[in-house]
């Protein structure tokens, strides 16, 4: 089991930045790929970015390419994205996961991560 807890969601005007915190128990966080999704009200849950068990590779949707950046500390049993330039149509609840199986070619994919965070809301007001 792993159980995972988001942190750091908030209000911001358009423009600002936000980062967000995802703090890992129970199973070894440092053998676990992660990953950041999102889920604005009425769209499904898409891809935000996920980084590799070592840290050595990140990815990310190409709507927050630049703009977003996907890391994790072992140390810490945490990962981070920060969020800078944030738009309106950012707005939605992040959830952060964790997948010990999926190859870097579904880290896009929901279905591939086994643990899951339960959100938090981030508003960006115009």
């Known amino acids: 089991q792993m159980q995972l807890v988001e942190s750091g969601g908030g209000l911001v005007q358009a423009g600002g930045s936000l980062r967000l915190s995802c703090t890992a128990s129970?199973?070894?966080?440092?053998?676990?790929?992660m990953g950041w999704f999102r889920q604005a009200p009425g769209k499904d849950r898409e891809f935000v970015a996920a980084?590799?068990?070592?840290?050595?590779?990140?990815y990310y949707a190409d709507s927050v390419k630049g703009r977003f950046a996907i890391s994790r500390d072992t140390a810490k049993n945490t990962m981070y994205l920060q969020m800078n330039t944030l738009k309106p149509g950012d707005t939605a609840v992040y959830y952060c996961?964790?997948?010990?199986?999926?190859?870097?070619?579904?880290?896009?994919?929901?279905?591939?991560?086994?643990?899951w965070g339960q959100g938090t809301q981030v508003t960006v007001s115009s």
């Open positions: 129970g199973r070894t966080f440092s053998s676990a790929a």
């Open positions: 996961a964790s997948t010990s199986y999926a190859s870097a070619s579904d880290y896009y994919l929901s279905g591939s991560y086994n643990y």
């Open positions: 980084i590799t068990s070592s840290g050595g590779s990140t």
